[in-house]
């Protein structure tokens, strides 16, 4: 089976650019979580859907980020405008609704923000 | 107060020792899920080893398992004949409450297994 997919691996843009991340979660999953990583602040949890909805956005940083999940395959995580401190590796995992919830990992997107 | 703890920084062990990596929690909800993670240097991060706080035996998952102490509110990673492939980054998580799904994770152990 296929795991998590995130798109693009690698970002690199201007500051006040538009910037959108994809992440296509494993099927059958109920829950799709979007974390980020920096070396500063550790792996911080942004936002969570179940079954498409949004449950918990309470680690969104400001306004200009934002989430969405148009359906169970696909979801979005948007910046606009970027700034260079959005720097980050941008993880996207999605976890099944049974068992210990555990949480499958996509290869995660480093976004670079000049 | 910090929910998950981590106090090695970074370990370094020989190929084919056991490895124990350290990791406390901070709870006082009788329902939480615990978890391991491996991140390699080419950044995936990768799930390893789960423990529920109901659950009787010390979880294993091949080559690892988990030391759970309740009382003493730590999980720790045990990892038997360790590889070079091991070396990596290594996180706990916890999840709290009963049906809860947001995991907080601990900074992490940069493990090195030398040859």
């Known amino acids: 089976d296929a795991g998590v997919i995130q798109s693009p691996r690698h970002e690199v843009t201007e500051m006040g650019q538009e910037v959108t991340l994809r992440c296509k979660p494993i099927s059958g999953h109920d829950y799709l979580f979007w974390y980020r990583q920096t070396m500063m602040r550790g792996l911080e949890l942004l936002i969570y859907f179940n079954n498409n909805v949004p449950i918990d956005d309470s680690g969104m940083p400001e306004d200009r980020f934002s989430a969405k999940m148009p359906n169970a395959s696909f979801s979005t995580l948007k910046i606009q405008p970027s700034e260079p401190r959005d720097s980050a590796v941008y993880f996207c995992a999605s976890s099944p609704r049974t068992g210990g919830y555990e949480q499958y990992f996509g290869p995660g997107t480093r976004l670079t923000v000049t | 107060a910090q929910k998950i703890t981590q106090t090695q920084p970074g370990m370094f062990v020989q190929e084919k020792e056991a490895v124990t990596l350290d990791c406390t929690y901070d709870?006082?909800?009788?329902?939480?899920?615990l978890f391991w993670y491996k991140q390699p240097s080419s950044g995936e991060m990768i799930f390893l080893i789960y423990q529920g706080s109901y659950d009787q035996q010390n979880a294993t998952e091949g080559r690892y398992s988990l030391n759970f102490q309740k009382a003493r509110k730590s999980a720790n990673l045990v990892i038997s004949a360790s590889q070079l492939g091991d070396s990596a980054m290594y996180f706990c998580?916890?999840?709290?409450?009963?049906?809860?799904?947001?995991?907080?994770f601990g900074q992490g152990t940069r493990l090195t297994i030398n040859p």
């Open positions: 709870t006082s909800d009788p329902s939480y899920g």
């Open positions: 998580a916890m999840r709290e409450g009963r049906g809860a799904q947001k995991l907080v």
